[in-house]
């Protein structure tokens, strides 16, 4: 009987992506990675991988026996970076800071850097993208000054490396993540190989010294964070700086933490001395005024956990054109096209041959339904040229069919309102808890809330008069319009209109 041969497989071609690295056991016309054209060729044969059993650095302990206070979280010495982080930064975490060009990102880590070196915690300051001179030049204008910053202009992985091993930082700032490569893997600085090369060599860095990092990301023309998205697998904390290039106000959201809630923010006001923090924010979205004027109401508005107060704006002028204008800024525009549908037909307030304006005050961007009831007040003031009374908050969302739907943390914007001095507040029905010298009034539709301009007031008590078969109010005569502010005493003893008599 023959003897019988072991025979092993041929080894199948393989192929890889030039572009970002990607390996694929067939040829495509895209890569699946970076969904390149024409970037996939084949290289050689898939090599046969078998991982056998290795010594292990630290053997499994029970959970109870894990020291926890390693991981005690230290403050970067500015607290409202600190409320986003949930306390501070963590030994060994890797937070990924992404946000459009000139938001102020270098300006932020700079301040950071400097406020967290310490003669036990040194700070290791590695640019990409700037020489080191023009760094100290910021630093300088800021006040970002200390014995224990490091500074350091490098593009190279290895040289990055290297500055660790000779300072052995307790914080480790890279301004940028796509402006590092490694030598060792082609394509050009950016690329999803190489950012996944870099982030991996300074996360296993981190882990292994107890450093914690602070890494720059740059975000794509639609607003999503540069690069593979396995680098926001890799990092601990995603952190998204936003703010209009125009206005003062910067806010940072936390998208991934695990070390604390996403629902924090951070508010920041830039100015020409640098970044400081605001831990009142509120007056920066409010325009301070003597007399109410129209087309203006305010509403609390939760970002993350914080209650904000912001003032929403309208502006109406009858339209020369066929298709009026409906312009906003600072707030959804399919938004507003249904709050304006709703307040035409469940409000009665005629709309269709008007240029309507919208805005919100500061820059900041209302994105949650809280500010619908506002909204439809500031439109329905300005389109009867009256303003609302002084000291009164707006707060609900509007539904399609003109009922004002209960939000969340009524309680929390209401005592927000009532801390700065606002007296009045339009709200949802069972709004639970009422801060004590606030009157607040429940609202269940739009034609309710409505009642609060003083003017719609008086229409309303007319109509009612006459369809009552009473004598109509005599009409005033014309004279000059003045200019005419409306206290509080104008929202004292009134109750919004029952929907019986409504009908």
């Known amino acids: 009987m023959a003897a019988r041969t072991k025979t092993t497989a041929k080894a199948r071609p393989a192929y890889r992506c030039t572009e970002c690295g990607n390996q694929l056991p067939k040829w495509v016309g895209r890569c699946p990675e970076c969904n390149a054209w024409g970037t996939v060729e084949e290289y050689g044969a898939v090599p046969i991988r078998t991982t056998a059993a290795g010594p292990v650095s630290t053997p499994a302990k029970p959970i109870g026996q894990i020291d926890g206070k390693v991981a005690t979280a230290r403050t970067t010495g500015v ?19 992404a946000g459009e060009p000139g938001v102020g990102k270098s300006t932020l880590l700079l301040d950071v850097a400097a406020k967290a070196a310490s003669d036990q915690h040194r700070t290791l300051y590695v640019t990409g993208e700037e020489s080191a001179s023009q760094v100290r030049l910021r630093a300088d204008r800021i006040n970002a000054l200390s014995d224990h910053l490091y500074l350091a202009a490098e593009s190279d992985l290895g040289a990055v490396l290297g500055h660790i091993d000779a300072v052995n930082p307790g914080l480790l700032i890279l301004d940028s993540v796509q ?31 107890g450093m914690a990092t602070l890494l720059v990301g740059h975000v794509t023309k639609d607003g999503s964070i540069a690069g593979p998205r396995l680098l ?58 003597d007399k109410p004027v129209p087309g203006t109401c305010l509403t609390v508005t939760l970002e993350g956990r914080r209650p904000l107060v912001a003032e929403v704006q309208a502006l109406m002028v009858d339209s020369q054109i ?14 507003i096209a249904m709050i ?12 269709g041959k008007q240029d309507i304006y919208t805005a919100t005050v500061g820059g900041v961007k209302l994105t949650e339904p809280s500010a619908d009831l506002a909204i439809a007040l500031a439109v329905a003031s300005s389109s009867s040229d009256t303003p609302l009374p002084n000291g009164l908050v707006a707060i609900g969302e509007v539904g399609l069919a003109g009922e004002v739907r209960r939000v969340t943390g009524v309680q929390r914007r209401l005592a927000e309102a009532h801390r700065l001095g606002f007296t009045h507040a339009l709200v949802p029905p069972d709004p639970g808890k009422v801060p004590r010298g606030m009157k607040v009034v429940e609202v269940a539709d739009i034609g309710e809330a409505l009642q609060a301009i ?9 109509s009612r008069t006459e369809a009552a078969g009473g004598p109509p109010a005599p009409r005033p005569a014309p004279v000059a319009a003045p200019v ?15 929907s019986d008599e409504l009908n």
């Open 79 to 97: 607290p409202e970076l600190d409320r986003v982080l949930g306390g501070g930064l963590v030994p060994g975490a890797v937070v990924l800071l």
């Open 179 to 209: 402006t590092i490569a490694s030598a060792e893997l082609d394509g050009a600085p950016g690329g999803p190989a190489q950012v996944r090369e870099v982030a991996g060599a300074l996360i296993r860095a981190s882990k292994d010294r």
């Open 232 to 289: 926001e697998h890799l990092v601990d904390v995603v952190l998204s700086f936003e703010g209009d290039r125009h206005a003062r106000l910067r806010i940072i959201r936390g998208i991934k933490n695990r070390y604390g809630a996403t629902d924090e923010v951070g508010c920041f006001e830039l100015h020409d001395e640098g970044i400081i923090g605001l831990a009142d924010p509120s007056g920066l979205f409010l325009t301070r005024r």
């Open 322 to 335: 066929p298709s009026p204008r409906r312009t906003t800024s600072g707030l959804e525009s399919p938004r």
């Open 340 to 351: 304006l549908a709703v307040v035409e037909r469940h409000g009665g307030v005629k709309l």
């Open 454 to 462: 003083p003017g719609r007031r008086k229409a309303a008590a007319k």
């Open 484 to 498: 005419v502010a409306y206290p509080e005493e104008l929202m004292e003893g009134w109750e919004p209109v029952d």
